[in-house]
Nanobody, 123 residues
Framework: VQLQASGGGLVQRGGSLRLSCAAS????????TGWFRQAAGKEREFVAA????????YYANSVKGRFTIARDNAKNTTYLQMNSLKSDDTAVYYC?????????????????WGQGTLVTVSS
């Protein structure tokens, strides 16, 4: 599976962005997908995950209620809608795919990773 993340950019605090992760290669609908982020000088952290069908979602406490993960298997794409953005959300965001299909916050469970897309929230 090849993953291509897009949609990052500069946004003001309180604003919104939608990230997309387009997949190609193997059957996308078999995979769970997740979003992780890494801020400058910090370790990568889990943001959100969705299982293969889209029926189960998981969020980090820091984004719960503000971010929404969704997927469209017909388009081989996972989305991360980010609302009420804060300065702390500034990071490079990565999407990842997990063949187990269940969705997990553990980065080590993900076999495939896309390149990152930078999100910068200005104050």
């Amino acid at each position: 599976v090849q993953l291509q993340a897009s949609g990052g950019g500069l946004v003001q605090r309180g604003g919104s962005l939608r990230l997309s992760c387009a997949a190609s290669g193997r059957t996308f609908s078999n995979y769970a997908t997740g979003w992780f982020r890494q801020a400058a000088g910090k370790e990568r952290e889990f943001v959100a995950a969705i299982n293969w069908s889209g029926g189960s979602t998981y969020y980090a406490n820091s984004v719960k209620g503000r971010f929404t993960i969704a997927r469209d298997n017909a388009k081989n794409t996972t989305y991360l809608q980010m609302n009420s953005l804060k300065s702390d959300d500034t990071a490079v965001y990565y999407c990842a795919a997990d063949f187990a299909g269940l969705g997990t916050p553990r980065a080590v469970e993900y076999e495939y990773w896309g390149q990152g897309t930078l999100v910068t929230v200005s104050s």
